[in-house]
């Protein structure tokens, strides 16, 4: 009865926000739908190949089919990114030769069928959580937000990693919410954790933002939530452990996934000494182009990353303003920088409403309390976590558009409540999709 409520409503009936209930045929429809959106687009514009995937990623997995190694084309241990999508390409190589179709077009199928997945995934997420409409609201504005559109046409590793992402909260919401906390639940969330850190290192401690979560759903036996922990961590050490365990075996050393930690964080570090002939880069401030310069001269030097957080610390002591200013246009950065530096004012322009109404629907779940606080906190965990990672790495908005899967949930909600406000329409028929 309740599965149609508006987004106020919902709280404040007696249902819990973990039973919510959309109609199966519902989710195959918003599969399809989004299979052909996703595909009418990429048909439209086309296929994009970063230079990550032109000098790494490709290569690696030519090499996989070719010698069944994992070398690079200068014939290196291939560790600068982990094996998560040269495996994925590999397989999507074959399958492709097999079948007669281009290797591009075979990866921007599966791209496709990646962003598909996760607006089914969106949509399960959300009506855990929400009413019907909330729900349909979330998946229309995470298949309509632009960057997303713009990832399904790049060969990155980000689409798969999107997918597990979401199976993974889907797990942790539905065992929390409906208190669950099973040890199969947990295992298969940590494993998941662990094969989207294997795509992407930064899901490299995502497993810390789930256990604080877990923490504070204080209503569940702290000796549940302890088991679904447990259980959550040892899915996620087994799964990467194969691959840790292989690397040392060939180097004599233990890697955090990959070795490209150091490299992602002097890139970031560094983004007001890089040259840019057509001038179109945002204008920084003189002493953050200072010492980004001095950190480029620098790059040779600094071989690890404790190396580059220790010649940070000397320098926060030195000249701690431009340090701070620094940190802080990265921070910014985080949630419109692109890769080219280039329109990035529209990008802005764009991410704002977004960005307005995700902080609208968080201050409503907080003001609530109960369940809907726990969301928010939820939220604003991963919210952290991600952004964290991302000054710290490249601050680009590439490397948060997986986060915006999640805010769009309460960006929708505040969109359902602002109407529901604006029309007046009473709460008990706020679902009517």
């Not at 599965?3 to 007696?14: D, E, H, I, T, V």
């Not at 955090?256 to 880069?281: E, F, H, Q, V, Y």
Request: hydrophobic letters at 50%; aromatic letters at 10%; one cysteine or more.
């Amino acid at each position: 009865m309740h599965a149609g409520l508006s987004p106020s409503a919902r709280l404040q009936s007696n249902r819990p926000l973990g039973a919510g209930r959309y109609p199966a045929r519902g989710f195959f429809s918003f599969f399809l739908l989004a299979l052909v959106a996703g595909g009418c687009f990429v048909a439209l514009v086309g296929g994009s190949k970063p230079s990550d995937y032109v000098t790494f990623y490709d290569p690696v997995a030519r090499s996989l089919l070719e010698n069944g190694a994992l070398r690079t084309p200068e014939d290196e241990l291939a560790v600068r990114y982990p094996p998560g999508f040269p495996l994925i390409l590999a397989g999507l190589y074959a399958a492709a030769t097999s079948v007669g179709i281009g290797a591009t077009a075979a990866v921007l199928a599966f791209n496709v069928v990646c962003f598909a997945s996760s607006a089914v995934l969106v949509l399960l997420l959300a009506t855990r959580i929400t009413g019907n409409r909330a729900a349909v609201l979330s998946v229309l504005g995470w298949c309509t937000y632009p960057p997303n559109l713009w990832l399904s046409r790049q060969l990155t590793s980000e689409a798969p990693f999107i997918v597990l992402l979401l199976g993974a909260l889907n797990i942790l919401a539905w065992a929390t919410l409906r208190q669950r906390f099973s040890w199969s639940a947990g295992f298969a969330c940590g494993c998941l954790v662990g094969i989207a850190s294997l795509i992407r290192p930064i899901a490299i401690a995502l497993a810390v933002p789930m256990l604080l979560a877990l923490a504070l759903r204080h209503v569940a036996p702290i000796r549940r939530r302890a088991i679904f922990g447990l259980a959550l961590v040892i899915g996620n050490l087994l799964t990467i452990a194969p691959w840790e365990l292989w690397v040392y075996n060939k180097t004599d050393q233990w890697i955090p996934l990959s070795t490209g930690g150091r490299l992602s964080m002097l890139d970031g570090l560094t983004i007001g000494a890089k040259p840019d002939p057509a001038d179109n880069r945002a204008p920084l401030p003189a002493d953050v182009v200072e010492l980004t310069t001095e950190i480029s001269r620098r790059y040779s030097e600094l071989e690890t990353p404790s190396e580059i957080a220790a010649f940070l610390g000397g320098q926060l002591a030195e000249r701690p303003v431009s340090v701070l200013k620094l940190l802080a246009v990265k921070a910014m950065r985080s949630w419109y920088g692109t890769d080219s530096q280039r329109k990035e004012g529209l990008v802005v322009v764009m991410q704002v409403p977004y960005l307005l109404l995700v902080g609208i629907g968080l201050t409503i779940l907080w003001r609530r309390g109960g369940e809907a606080r726990w969301l928010a906190a939820l939220l604003i965990l991963f919210t952290t976590y991600f952004w964290a990672m991302t000054i710290i790495a490249l601050s680009i908005l590439r490397y948060m558009v997986p986060l915006m899967a999640l805010l769009m949930i309460p960006a929708a909600w505040a969109g359902s409540a602002t109407f529901d406000r604006l029309f007046r329409r009473p709460e008990t028929a706020g679902g009517a999709l």
